[in-house]
């Protein structure tokens, strides 16, 4: 899709929705007609990659999964027993059939041609639905209508690759948008420094790294893979975080909150830091479903050390980050590798804290130790990605072309 017609279809878009959002909070159509605009531009967009027949096809089968887990959150969230978690679990196996499972449908459905790639925003939208069950059975927010839960669902904004909004933020902005505190022009300026990162600085460092410098099947020396890992992190963080900042741009001029996915993560002084700065909604959502309750289950039910159970529960953590991000064993290592960081920094914290004593506050503000901590992280999260952007064949298709 040319870059103008798909600045006339956002421009659009957000004409369309502030109209809609511009109706009383207590119209009835109020939801309706939000969430008609949602789907019929994400209709339009998949129109305009896929072509119409697919973009009907994979949006009729968003429409029928989110149908499908709306029942099912309706008629078990509140109950007692196991029946919750069948509602938790219905978009995770979702997610799982049609991105990791494609061999079980894919071939039954090529008259349609249906495929795995064409579900772009599954990942997100899983997380995002599965997460309002929570919100629903702990009474965090009270059960949405369906015009309300498609809304959420389909928000264009956040669809294809977050930021995993929570509900309650969502319902909150909806039901009484924040135009005053969500100033238009801070919101503008954030689409600029999104559009900035994601069609400038992102392809420029793209052409440095893995793809663009080293599979050319010329030899190089070492100090090429080193040039080709630095850059693929800043082309990884500027793709990424470029999208969210016009997601959550385009968000604000609609007067809708959504939570920020990255703080600065270059500056992260250990790897722990790392995610709380990088992919932050990702984490905040591994930290309430997975890990919280993980190691409360570990120390509970077989009585393991606190310290131990963080740690077992840190190895889970990251190995189902490794796992969610994509299909193929350099993901799941690329997941273990950041289990043995963050695992390594929180044993190593717990050292400090038991023989640092008062000492242990002075070592953190120590300027010294910031920069060496902070070198330290830009270089493992640097050696972890080359596991994230290259399997297994490419990785050693690129070691054999360093001349060492």
């Not at 929570?166 to 999104?194: L, N």
Request: charged fraction near 15%; proline fraction near 4%.
């Amino acid at each position: 899709m040319e870059n103008t017609r798909l600045l006339l279809i956002i421009l659009a878009y957000i004409g369309a929705a502030r109209a809609c959002l511009s109706l009383r909070t207590d119209d009835k159509w109020r939801p309706l007609l939000f969430s008609l605009t949602n789907l019929a531009f994400i209709g339009i967009m998949f129109s305009e990659s896929t072509g119409k027949r697919r973009a009907v096809v994979f949006l009729s089968v968003y429409l029928a999964l989110v149908g499908v887990h709306y029942l099912v959150m309706t008629l078990f969230s509140k109950r007692e027993g196991w029946l919750p978690w069948l509602a938790f679990f219905s978009p995770i196996i979702a997610l799982v059939l049609i991105k990791y499972l494609p061999f079980v449908w894919e071939a039954p459905l090529k008259s349609i041609d249906l495929k795995a790639d064409g579900f772009v925003g599954i990942s997100y939208m899983s997380l995002r639905l599965s997460y309002l069950v929570l919100e629903v059975r702990n009474r965090v927010v009270e059960k949405p209508t369906f015009w309300q839960y498609v809304g959420f669902s389909f928000f264009l904004p956040t669809f294809v690759v977050g930021p995993i909004n929570p509900y309650r933020m969502h319902e909150r902005s909806f039901r009484r948008t924040d135009r005053e505190g969500i100033s238009t022009g801070r919101s503008a300026m954030r689409i600029i420094v999104g559009v900035a990162k994601y069609q400038v600085l992102a392809p420029l460092f793209n052409q440095l790294s893995y793809s663009g410098l080293l599979l050319d099947s010329y030899p190089h020396p070492p100090s090429d893979l080193v040039v080709a890992a630095v850059s693929y992190y800043l082309f990884l963080y500027c793709n990424f975080a470029g999208f969210c900042d016009m997601a959550i741009g385009v968000a604000g001029l609609l007067g809708i909150h959504v939570r920020e996915n990255f703080q600065n993560p270059l500056a992260a002084r250990n790897v722990r830091d790392f995610w709380n700065r990088w992919h932050i909604t990702l984490s905040d959502y591994m930290r309430d479903v997975v890990f919280t309750p993980l190691s409360k289950f570990f120390i509970g039910r077989f009585g393991i050390p606190t310290n131990h159970a963080i740690g077992l529960a840190i190895l889970a953590v990251f190995l189902l980050v490794g796992i969610w991000h994509g299909v193929g064993w350099n993901y799941l290592a690329f997941g273990a590798m950041h289990a043995v960081g963050v695992a390594a920094n929180h044993y190593y914290t717990v050292w400090l804290k038991s023989h640092g004593g008062k000492r242990f506050k002075a070592y953190n503000e120590n300027p010294a130790v910031n920069v060496v901590s902070v070198v330290l992280t830009f270089s493992f999260v640097t050696a972890s990605f080359f596991l994230f952007a290259n399997d297994f064949a490419t990785m050693r298709t690129i070691l054999n072309a360093i001349r060492w």
